[in-house]
């Protein structure tokens, strides 16, 4: 400031030159960049020293205390805030604004008064636009200012007190962290890295590594902690409980070996959700909290068979009490269950209800996880129940879920039946037609008919078939007549050879089937005219002895009758 107290001497006067206005300007560019640069040194200043003390800070107190993760995460956001809030305010938003050239005119006039106000006016009067400014005047005061600016030094002018004072308490602060830095030795780097939220523990003379432990348990479940740890071992732990009503409980922790050291705990049939943390040695770890609820199930069950579509049948509302379903039958449910589900199955088990047979995903019916809808197969198989697997959104399972008991119903393959010809074995000749009948049912309808038949036939021989025409459809009964032109089958019969014939049934089921129906095997013997006109005259004597016989009991039947109606009656005693 030994400028500001000497008097120059006034400059001999001159003629004014464009290289006054320029040097006034230059000087005001340098006086303007030197004060945004003493302003954003001091705003970084101030922030070194805010963030060395909130990190040495922190990480002195959170060794003492073991501080939280939401304590740490509340110290960072309130740190972090100040110090940048310190960068911007006095370091950033500063150096940015461009004062004006008034303005660092004035700071001349402060700091250098032997300008006596030359500065200030030269500077407004180069600056000023109006018409009844003199330009002569303002040439001869630029350039006796510019005269005078040549010999004085402007260094005094933009204060640096502060910025010089705001270093010196940075040095300190950096200095006096290093210091606590180099005696924390191999503990100070975990610190800083707890104070920028990472989870690793406190460093301690014991170290616990790792804690393995379900965060979310099922009412009366038991939970098992292990807690591995490093460094210098103690004999045995502790676990400090605090319930959700407030009970305070410490558990020991006992050593179970292993590499690393692993110290463990079983709390049996736990009921309520708590708190908990780990002491191991001088080392604690950090608060942490298990959530105990009750294990999803079911609240209600919706169930509908919808029948194989051979069938034709529409679908059927059941209950879960009456499940006999016929095989190929797909079962749809709709399930309402007491929490949100993460995935669900339904089960079909068998004899062994612990081994499931089939499992199929049940999927949320809609946005709402509650509801649940789903379609399972029953198929022919060993099934003997359903049941469900609910896992709710915390990845607890259920358990003991009912069983709802099953009977497959298996589809019974159509029956048919020869009505016509009674015998056995007919005798037919070469161009015969014989009349064949038959019936034939099914519970859901009958699909195909064939006449299967094989001349001089053997076991496992091969036959020739003939479909007959059912004229569409799948009717359920079938009541028919067949004349069969013994003289179209190729190669043609020769007398003395026997035909073997059977009629064939096929259902529509074309899920678990088709069933099948046969008859028994029946013949036809091919024989010459005489031996069937032989044949047709033994049958009607057969006949005509049948009506015969019939004939004589119904006189014996008419004499009996006579007799009881004239009966007299016996006499009284």
């Known amino acids: 400031m030994s400028n500001a107290a000497t008097e120059i001497p006034a400059p001999e006067a001159r003629p004014p030159t464009p290289e006054d206005a320029r040097m006034l300007a230059a000087r005001i560019r340098q006086l303007r960049g030197r004060h945004g640069r003493v302003a954003l040194g001091t705003g970084l200043a101030m922030t070194i020293t805010a963030l060395v003390v909130w990190i040495t800070g922190e990480s002195v107190t959170d060794f003492l205390a ?26 950033i938003r500063p150096w940015r604004r461009r004062i004006s050239d008034e303005a660092v005119a004035l700071l001349v006039e402060r700091a250098l008064p032997i300008f006596r106000s030359r500065f200030i006016a030269a500077v407004q009067l180069a600056n000023a636009r109006e018409e009844n400014a003199s330009p002569s005047l303002v040439k001869a005061l630029v350039a006796e200012t510019a005269a005078m600016a040549a010999a004085v030094d402007f260094s005094a002018v933009i204060d640096t007190a502060g910025l010089k004072r705001w270093l010196k308490i940075a040095g300190v602060a950096l200095l006096a962290a290093g210091a606590a830095g180099t005696a924390a030795g191999e503990k100070a ?74 110290f ?68 749809a449910l709709k399930v309402q269950v007491n929490a949100n589900i993460k995935s669900a199955e339904i089960r079909l088990v068998g004899v062994d209800h612990n081994k499931a047979i089939k499992e199929v995903p049940l999927a949320a019916d809609g946005k709402d996880r509650t509801r649940l809808a789903g379609e399972i197969e029953i198929a022919a198989n060993d099934v003997t129940g359903l049941t469900l697997h609910l ?91 067949f004349h069969w032109r013994i003289g179209q089958i190729t190669p043609h019969v020769e007398e003395g050879r026997v035909i073997d014939y059977w009629f064939e049934v096929l259902d529509a089921n074309d899920v678990t089937g088709p069933g099948i129906g046969t008859t028994e095997h029946m013949q036809a013997r091919i024989v010459s005219e005489s031996e069937k006109r032989t044949d047709l005259a033994n049958r009607l004597s057969d006949a005509m002895e049948g009506l015969n016989g019939v004939k004589q009991g119904e006189e014996e039947l008419n004499q009996r009758l006579g007799d009881i109606i004239f009966e007299k009656p016996a006499a009284k005693p």
């Not at 110290?75 to 911007?88: D, K, Q, R, W």
């Not at 569409?472 to 079938?478: A, L, Q, R």
């Open 66 to 91: 073991n501080l939280s993760w939401l304590t740490r995460l509340f110290v960072f956001v309130a740190g972090a805030g100040s110090t940048l809030a310190l960068l911007i305010l006095f370091g």
């Open 189 to 262: 780097w975990p610190l800083v890295r707890r104070a920028l939220l990472s989870h690793q523990p406190v460093p301690r003379k014991t170290l616990i590594r790792e804690i393995a432990a379900p965060r979310v348990i099922a009412i009366g479940d038991s939970w098992r902690i292990a807690a591995s740890a490093g460094g210098i071992l103690p004999a045995g732990g502790k676990l400090i409980v605090r319930t959700a009503s407030g009970i305070h409980q410490t558990f020991d922790l006992l050593p179970e070996g292993g590499q690393p050291p692993v």
């Open 264 to 331: 463990a705990r079983t709390l049996q049939s736990v009921q309520e959700s708590f708190d908990f943390h780990v002491a191991l040695g001088d080392a604690e770890s950090e608060d942490a909290h298990v959530k105990v609820k009750p294990r999803p199930g079911v609240a209600g069950i919706g169930c509908q068979q919808i029948f194989p579509a051979y069938t034709r049948l529409p679908p059927r509302r059941r209950l879960l009490g009456d499940l006999k379903i016929l095989a190929g039958s797909r079962l």
């Open 391 to 481: 896992v709710d959104e915390d990845g607890v399972e259920s358990r003991g879920t009912a069983i709802y008991p099953v009977e497959v119903a298996r589809d019974e393959p159509p029956t048919i039946q020869i009505t016509w010809p009674e015998r056995r074995e007919e005798l037919l000749t070469r161009e015969a037609v014989m009349l064949l009948a038959f019936t034939t049912k099914d519970d859901y309808g009958v699909a195909k008919v064939r006449l299967n038949y094989a001349v001089d036939w053997v076991e496992g021989a091969p036959h020739q078939s003939i479909e007959l025409d059912l004229g569409g459809g799948f009717p359920k009964e079938i009541t028919r007549q």
